[in-house]
């Protein structure tokens, strides 16, 4: 169980003079919930990119399970059972909400079919009917992707990350955006995942990622400041000082990040 | 639905009788660039592929046809073989650079190319014929001892058309609502959420582009036969561009847009440029008023108004609302 899920070797990505990650090894344990916050631009997204293969690092290695999956292909890397979620939320617009979770699933299959109906499917039918009352949108089947609120949006985004049973979760900043009742729900639903999946999330409402994460990592500009436990974590003197001892508004997040 | 397809069952006798054969030949005609338009429409209304560059493949299914049967003299189903496999070929080839890129790098990749074989066509004279292009005898399609079948005979040559065609517009059906047609929106939606979901989204819209090679090859192969000759003038990509024109006006990302948008505007040409030698202006002020007033299209806009009409009056709200949304 102590065997680290995710681990980075030197990881190491610029665009021109700004070095978005730098120098990152780290190496995040399974089993736990594991949360990775830090001021805006430390590099977090940035950390998500380059784990996904949006991004290919300049220096560095990415290990999953023990597996080197650096330069690998998006969609290879999500065959391989890694699964995110976007900070602007991701989904197909056009199409309802079925559909993107019915495309979804079958996208995980290796041969698409050209000829025969895809909703003669009927496997990847129960499995849509059975995520779709797991994120409670049921009701929403039908809707198209576009026409929902941002927090369902956020929602369908999981159960896209869900349907095919992924082996890891990275969701970045889930909550952001959403109204209270929202966040109470989404906090619960992932809360409920953390026992099933392996995941890492990235989120900016520090009551949320004290109230969910077992193990913090805290990035700044781009190289780890502290990680540990949630209490280690408030306790740390630079975090505090970096960090959390400062009202939660933006502007001085900001500051604190160029200090 | 029956009413168009016993319609089209019936032209080689109602059509005469109600106008003239000339106006057999023009149906058939627009069946063949229906499925030209078809071939642009799977890549811009299904896989998001803006290409201006179908007429190239139009071309090879023509000349695969005319030099099959010309210089290899080869018959009837060896040369419509040859010709759809070189489109395909043609598709795969230009398809592995273009699909690198998207939206107006991939437009103008496609016109390159289309340009490029265009120039070749015209210059290769011993091999294309050069700006005369080639013409050639037909073959029979089929014959059995003495007897024979061929396009010599207007009504086997209008129903062959609309078998090919039919079958070709079936398969599309067919593709559109499977697992990978499915995939292709997808791509088209969302290509980085594609990709994040485990889709390979270069090698789909390869898939798409050799696919849309093989309707427009097919397209052009017919089209060979049907004027028994072959000319790199429909290899230009101002050819594509009309498709592309047809397909927006009669619903991008519709099956039967295409049909719908390639009938009007052959019928305005075939009234109107016997009269005014300006039609295209015609054409020209009907797609941009659809463009503007009918984003989906002509079949899109019948669609907008069926639902509206069945929808009962509480829901009307709603509906107009989702479909206001980009």
């Known amino acids: 169980m102590s065997d680290p899920v995710l681990r980075t070797e030197n990881l190491t990505k610029r665009f021109g003079g700004l070095t978005a990650t730098d120098n990152l090894s780290l190496s995040l344990r399974g089993g736990r919930l594991q949360a990775v916050i830090g001021p805006n631009g430390a ?78 499917d009927r496997a990847t039918r129960e499995r849509v009917e059975q995520v779709l009352e797991q994120i409670g949108m049921t009701a929403l089947a039908h809707r198209i992707a576009g026409t929902l609120s941002y927090g369902d949006v956020a929602m369908l985004e999981i159960g896209m990350a869900l349907i095919s049973e992924p082996k890891l979760l990275l969701l970045d900043e889930p909550i952001c955006g959403m109204s209270p009742a929202e966040t109470e729900r989404a906090v619960a639903k992932i809360r409920e995942l953390a026992r099933q999946v392996d995941i ?28 540990g436990s949630p209490e280690e974590i408030s306790n740390h003197e630079r975090v505090r000082e970096a960090y959390l001892g400062r009202p939660e508004d933006e502007d001085y997040l900001e500051e604190a990040a160029d200090a | 639905m029956i009413v168009f397809a016993a319609f089209l069952l019936t032209v080689p006798w109602t059509i005469p009788a109600l106008i003239n054969d000339f106006w057999v030949s023009v149906i058939a005609e627009i069946l063949i660039w229906s499925l030209f338009a078809a071939s642009t429409n799977l890549l811009f209304g299904y896989v998001g592929l803006l290409s201006f560059g179908q007429a190239l493949f139009f071309g090879f299914g023509m000349y695969g046809v005319g030099i099959g049967i010309d210089q290899l003299g080869l018959s009837f189903w060896p040369a419509f073989g040859l010709g759809v496999a070189a489109a395909m070929a043609m598709a795969l080839v230009s398809g592995i650079f273009a699909v690198r890129l998207t939206w107006h790098y ?36 089929f014959s059995f001892g003495a007897t024979q079948w061929s396009f010599a005979d207007p009504n086997f040559q209008y129903f062959f058309i609309l078998a090919a065609v039919a079958l070709c517009f079936y398969l599309m059906h067919l593709v559109i609502g499977s697992p990978l047609g499915k995939a292709f929106m997808a791509v088209r939606e969302n290509d980085v959420r594609a990709s994040l979901i485990g889709l390979n989204v270069y090698l789909l819209r390869l898939t798409a582009f050799v696919m849309a090679g093989f309707l427009a090859g097919v397209a052009g192969a017919l089209f060979a036969f049907f004027g028994r000759y072959a000319s790199a003038t429909y290899m230009f990509y101002h050819v594509s561009g009309e498709g592309l024109v047809w397909t927006i006006v009669g619903g991008a990302g519709t099956l039967f847009g295409p049909i719908v948008g390639t009938t009007l505007f052959i019928i305005i040409r075939e009234v109107v440029s016997t009269h005014w030698e300006h039609h295209s202006l015609i054409v020209g002020t009907m797609a941009i008023l659809v463009v503007i007033f009918a984003p989906k299209g002509l079949v899109g806009l019948w669609r907008d108004i069926l639902d509206r009409a069945m929808a009962p009056r509480a829901e009307r709200a709603v509906s107009t609302e989702v479909r206001t949304e980009p």
């Open chain 1, 43 to 120: 590099g977090k997204t940035t950390f998500f990119n380059l784990i996904s293969g949006l991004l290919k690092p300049d220096s560095g290695r990415v290990f999953f399970r023990d597996r080197d999956i650096t330069g690998l292909r998006p969609h290879e890397i999500s065959r391989l059972g890694i699964k995110r979620t976007m900070q602007i939320k991701s989904v197909f617009n056009q199409i309802s909400v079925m559909e993107n979770l019915w495309i979804t699933r079958q996208a995980s299959q290796r041969f698409l079919h050209p000829f025969r109906p895809a909703s003669r």
């Open chain 1, 200 to 227: 890492v999330i990235i989120e900016h409402d520090m009551e949320v990622v004290f109230g969910l994460a077992d193990d913090i990592t805290v990035l700044a500009q781009g190289a780890i400041l502290a990680t």
């Open chain 2, 106 to 141: 991939f437009a103008i990749i496609t016109v390159v190319f289309s340009l490029i074989f265009y120039f070749l066509a015209v210059s290769m004279k011993w091999l294309t014929g050069g700006d005369d292009g080639i013409n050639f005898t037909l073959p029979p399609t």
